[in-house]
């Protein structure tokens, strides 16, 4: 019989493989920095990225455009997720609306929100309704995917037999059809909650004033390396961030799923 782990080994046990990942790669990252293999302008090392970012929050200037991208990533993604979700499930559903609506998205899926840029800027000029529905389009396209196929997977004889019971349509949904997909809908908004900050940074090129990807281009134009090392360190971090959130609502409210 296996002895209970004490809780210093759970946390161990649960912290020390990401911890030791991070403490390898800033180790590999200072050794490059150091050997002078790339020119120093232009590969700052850990602590002097952590000196830009020290010095973009105390300025005021990482808050502005942290709120920015924020607010443009948010709104983007409910609205791609909520469509995008609501598609998946109708096309995953009815085999004839997925015959019909299958192709245009496979068509649509391989244009990046990149690509959309100048299109969606002439259409809605550089406000914030062309960002927004360039990330609601690049997120509804990945949660379809995954709802879709989820929703596509559940056994046919799980709903005949809740018909054959007398279970009417919402009940259906609610009791079966819902808990079998949810485990596909949360990698869906675990995935399209990146889709979005990749979006994001396509957006935020075109016209922005502000915001983590605009900081980026301003700071590529003067150079400024440990800047842009800075805000490519905060994307990530907001990557991962939302990634936890959305995995630890998928252990509480998915706790059949293994994910």
């Given at each position: 019989m296996h002895p209970t782990p004490s809780p210093t080994g759970r946390a161990l046990g649960r912290f020390g493989p990401p911890v030791g990942a991070a403490v390898a790669v800033l180790g590999l990252w200072s050794l490059l920095a150091w050997s002078g293999a790339v020119a120093p302008g232009l590969l700052p090392t850990p602590a002097a990225t952590l000196a830009a970012l020290a010095d973009s929050a105390r300025s005021g200037v990482l808050a502005g455009d942290l709120a920015a991208s924020l607010a443009r990533a948010g709104q983007g993604f409910a609205l791609g997720a909520v469509v995008g979700g609501a598609l998946g499930f109708a096309t995953g559903y009815l085999p004839r609306l997925s015959a019909a609506v299958t192709p245009v998205v496979s068509f649509l899926r391989p244009i990046p929100a990149i690509a959309l840029v100048p299109l969606a800027t002439?259409?809605?000029?550089?406000?914030?309704?062309?960002?927004?529905?360039?990330?609601?389009?690049?997120?509804?396209?990945?949660?379809?995917?995954?709802?879709?196929?989820?929703?596509?997977?559940?056994?046919?004889?799980?709903?005949?037999?809740?018909?054959?019971?007398?279970?009417?349509?919402?009940?259906?949904?609610?009791?079966?059809?819902?808990?079998?997909?949810?485990?596909?809908?949360?990698?869906?908004?675990?995935?399209?909650?990146?889709?979005?900050?990749?979006?994001?940074?396509?957006?935020?090129?075109?016209?922005?004033?502000?915001?983590?990807?605009?900081?980026?281009?301003?700071?590529?134009?003067?150079?400024?390396?440990?800047?842009?090392?800075?805000?490519?360190?905060?994307l990530g971090l907001l990557g991962v961030a939302a990634d936890l959130v959305l995995a630890a609502v998928g252990r509480r409210f998915v706790h059949w799923s293994a994910s």
């Open positions: 002439a259409w809605f000029g550089i406000g914030e309704s062309a960002k927004r529905l360039l990330i609601a389009y690049a997120v509804l396209l990945a949660v379809w995917l995954y709802v879709h196929d989820g929703v596509s997977r559940v056994p046919v004889s799980h709903l005949r037999a809740a018909r054959s019971l007398g279970a009417p349509l919402h009940r259906r949904f609610t009791e079966v059809l819902l808990p079998a997909a949810a485990p596909a809908l949360l990698a869906a908004l675990r995935y399209g909650a990146s889709v979005a900050l990749l979006a994001l940074v396509a957006a935020e090129l075109g016209g922005a004033d502000s915001g983590l990807a605009y900081r980026l281009q301003v700071d590529g134009q003067f150079l400024r390396v440990d800047r842009m090392f800075a805000g490519l360190l905060v």
